[in-house]
């Protein structure tokens, strides 16, 4: 079957389900210019990842910041939302996709007009003090110090995306298990399914019967695993043929 044969076979299955939920993973957002953390391009070949180990940086939050201001408040300010983040937001705006669990940090699928988005690691979009637990929003101002320091305490601020060594946010692990249990089908975007605890959410799913449609360039941990249908190609490619598919139904 090619692979035209298989999106329609894929926007079949998305038509007739009474619940779809994606997962997205940092393939996705590679055509919007930002490059994975791991992998040929990744950012861990040139950036000691030690720079988000939570026990490091909060003894060395001068030695980290830097760099993470670099990397992810510099060099990714400027990515836009490309067609696989356009055509999700207007699948969940005709009500087909219900949810978007993914694993960036960038934000780009609320900047494409997707409204429900659990992000699984957090966001780089807010900073969150390590002693009073503060939030503050990102802005050039608050980055002008680094290390940024709390308005209210005047303690280190940290990204308020996971580190190594923490935890996943307790309502956005709850409710991404709570759509691997209530979806017919679970989209995967680009996801590799290598990193712990987020790969077990599709997982789930898979466990509860849903039926899991892969988009990727190449094979993943998922694919000869619990994946029902593998759409080989670029993110934003599928997912304009795909949209397409269902658009027309």
């Not at 988005?117 to 503060?134: A, D």
């Not at 995306?161 to 679970?186: C, H, M, Q, T, W």
């Given at each position: 079957m090619n692979i035209k044969d298989e999106i329609h076979r894929a926007a079949e299955?998305?038509?007739?389900?009474?619940?779809?939920?994606?997962?997205?993973?940092?393939?996705?957002?590679v055509e919007s210019?930002?490059?994975?953390?791991r992998g040929k391009q990744g950012i861990w070949n040139t950036v000691d990842p030690q720079i988000l180990d939570i026990t490091f940086f909060q003894q060395h939050p001068e030695v980290s910041w830097p760099l993470i201001k670099e990397i992810f408040f510099n060099r990714f300010r400027d990515a836009e939302p490309n067609t696989a983040h356009i055509a999700l937001a207007a699948l969940e705006q005709q009500g087909i996709i219900k949810a978007i669990i993914t694993q960036n940090i960038d934000g780009?699928?609320?900047?494409?007009?997707?409204?429900?988005?659990?992000?699984?690691?957090?966001?780089?979009?807010?900073?969150?003090?390590?002693q009073c637990r503060e939030t503050v929003c990102v802005t050039d101002k608050i980055l002008s110090n680094v290390p940024p320091r709390c308005p209210r305490?005047?303690?280190?601020?940290k990204?308020?995306?996971?580190?190594?060594?923490?935890?996943?946010?307790?309502?956005?692990?709850?409710?991404?298990?709570?759509?691997a249990?209530?979806?017919?089908?679970?989209l995967l975007v680009g996801t590799t399914g290598l990193i712990q605890p987020a790969s077990?959410?599709?997982?789930?799913?898979?466990?509860?019967?849903?039926?899991?449609?892969?988009?990727n360039t190449e094979h993943s941990s998922y694919t000869r695993s619990i994946t029902d249908i593998f759409?080989?190609?670029?993110?934003?490619?599928?997912m304009k043929e795909l949209h397409h598919e269902l658009s027309m139904k």
């Amino acid at each position: 079957m090619n692979i035209k044969d298989e999106i329609h076979r894929a926007a079949e299955i998305i038509a007739s389900a009474k619940h779809v939920t994606a997962f997205t993973g940092a393939g996705i957002s590679v055509e919007s210019g930002i490059p994975p953390f791991r992998g040929k391009q990744g950012i861990w070949n040139t950036v000691d990842p030690q720079i988000l180990d939570i026990t490091f940086f909060q003894q060395h939050p001068e030695v980290s910041w830097p760099l993470i201001k670099e990397i992810f408040f510099n060099r990714f300010r400027d990515a836009e939302p490309n067609t696989a983040h356009i055509a999700l937001a207007a699948l969940e705006q005709q009500g087909i996709i219900k949810a978007i669990i993914t694993q960036n940090i960038d934000g780009l699928h609320q900047r494409a007009g997707s409204k429900h988005v659990l992000e699984f690691h957090g966001n780089s979009h807010q900073l969150v003090c390590l002693q009073c637990r503060e939030t503050v929003c990102v802005t050039d101002k608050i980055l002008s110090n680094v290390p940024p320091r709390c308005p209210r305490c005047n303690a280190v601020l940290k990204p308020d995306f996971v580190f190594f060594g923490e935890s996943i946010p307790e309502l956005a692990a709850s409710r991404s298990y709570k759509e691997a249990k209530d979806a017919n089908v679970f989209l995967l975007v680009g996801t590799t399914g290598l990193i712990q605890p987020a790969s077990l959410v599709p997982m789930d799913a898979k466990s509860y019967g849903a039926t899991i449609i892969e988009i990727n360039t190449e094979h993943s941990s998922y694919t000869r695993s619990i994946t029902d249908i593998f759409l080989q190609g670029r993110s934003t490619e599928i997912m304009k043929e795909l949209h397409h598919e269902l658009s027309m139904k």
